[in-house]
């Protein structure tokens, strides 16, 4: 958020301030083939808030949710997920 400040410092030089940043970590998934039928989906354990939704392209108006269980690996959680005919493509929302 940007409060508005800003001022001439002489010659060419202008300075802005920026206030009230809040910072906002990015859920990564990792993915990977386990065998020949399914992918592995994995993201950090600080996003276990979050839904693994799936959807058959891009962009849709409907996500599903991965109902498969969701395990923890160390600090990542984990789904296996099968690969099937179609193509897939993942998301974590945060309800």
Known sequence: MWNGTTGWGGGHAWYVTIS???LVAAAR???WRVGTAS??????TNFADHILEHAAGLPTAG???VTNAVVTV????SVTVDTGASKRFFRLRKP
Not at 39 to 44: P, S
Not at 74 to 77: H, V
């Open 63 to 65: 996500w599903s949710t």
């Open 39 to 44: 992918v592995q989906i994995t993201w950090a």
């Open 29 to 31: 998934l990792s993915s």
């Open 20 to 22: 009230n940043i809040t």
């Open 74 to 77: 160390g600090d990542r959680l």
